[in-house]
């Protein structure tokens, strides 16, 4: 009877048509960015089906999405054979580089499959929809002033950007045309789209490129770093009317003249009276 009822069940089960599914089960990062990977992984259903024989799963490259050489591109399985724990289903992985041209929003991409009970190999294609956003941003920076005096250089940064920053943080990296004197990074915190903000280093700078690290954590929760270079000038910071010292007038001088003149005659004429008071007290004593 036992056997009876398994040739019964599998007579049952390969009466079933070959019925293969997919779906795109997951997506990181979401939103995928441009210019950058993202993990995508397939899930093909029906491959329990004994009528199924092998099956090939295989991702279709096409813009914006692409492997990088050597990539596994296809998967295989024999369908209907099972052990004690086995999933019915197929999982296909991929880390996919998305192009840095891509546009913001919906990009499809095509995967196909087949069995080789299928007559002639029909392929079965199917597209699935990736979302797309770069919350990458960006920032113009700029020498506000530099005081030779203290040797302060008073930067300015703007986020250009259409996203708001996390975490920004400036730093100057060694190099020739600049010495820090004391920490060379600045944390600057948060920085909204199209917000500026200002900040200081005491540093002893030269004539050329000056090149500063801007890090800063996105939308997504990574952690950026951009590389930006000014062109320091000295000559726009010298011959300022507020760098200029003005010579004071003859008033002035004369002033602190009478002043001075007029604390020494007070103090003189204190001591003079302080020291005629002690010499009465000497008399009265004797």
């Known amino acids: 009877?036992?056997?009876?009822?398994?040739?019964?069940?599998?007579?049952?089960?390969?009466?079933?048509?070959?019925?293969?599914?997919?779906?795109?089960?997951?997506?990181?990062?979401?939103?995928?960015?441009?210019?950058?990977?993202?993990?995508?992984?397939?899930?093909?259903?029906?491959?329990?089906?004994y009528e199924c024989g092998k099956v090939q799963f295989e991702l279709v490259e096409g813009y914006p999405f692409s492997l990088d050489n050597g990539a596994k591109k296809k998967f295989e399985i024999v369908g209907g054979i099972f052990s004690s724990g086995f999933n019915s289903f197929l999982l296909a992985p991929y880390k996919v580089r998305v192009d840095k041209?891509?546009?913001?929003?919906?990009?499809?991409?095509?995967?196909?499959?087949?069995?080789?009970?299928?007559?002639?190999?029909?392929?079965?294609?199917?597209?699935?929809?990736?979302?797309?956003?770069?919350?990458?941003?960006?920032?113009?920076?700029s020498v506000k002033d530099y005081e030779y005096s203290t040797n302060t250089i008073n930067f300015e940064i703007l986020n250009t950007g259409e996203h708001d920053a996390e975490g920004l943080v400036v730093e100057i990296p060694k190099q020739e045309n600049i010495d820090v004197k004391g920490s060379n990074k600045y944390i600057a915190g948060s920085l909204d789209a199209n917000e500026d903000t200002s900040f200081s280093f005491e540093v002893i700078p030269k004539n050329g490129e000056i090149k500063l690290n801007i890090i800063y954590t996105d939308e997504i929760n990574e952690r950026r770093i951009l590389e930006k270079s000014i062109n320091f000038d000295s000559s726009y910071f010298w011959g300022r009317k507020k760098d200029e010292v003005v010579a004071k007038p003859i008033s002035y001088y004369v002033a602190i003249g009478e002043f001075v003149l007029f604390v020494l005659i007070w103090l003189f004429s204190w001591l003079r009276r302080r020291r005629r008071r002690k010499n009465q007290l000497k008399y009265m004593k004797k």
């Open 101 to 141: 041209d891509a546009l913001d929003g919906e990009s499809e991409i095509e995967v196909s499959y087949y069995n080789d009970k299928i007559e002639n190999f029909v392929t079965v294609s199917q597209k699935f929809n990736v979302s797309i956003e770069d919350v990458r941003t960006d920032f113009e920076i």
């Open 1 to 49: 009877m036992f056997i009876l009822l398994s040739v019964v069940l599998i007579g049952f089960a390969s009466a079933e048509p070959c019925n293969l599914r997919s779906e795109l089960i997951n997506q990181d990062p979401r939103p995928a960015m441009p210019g950058e990977y993202v993990e995508l992984v397939f899930q093909l259903t029906g491959v329990e089906n």
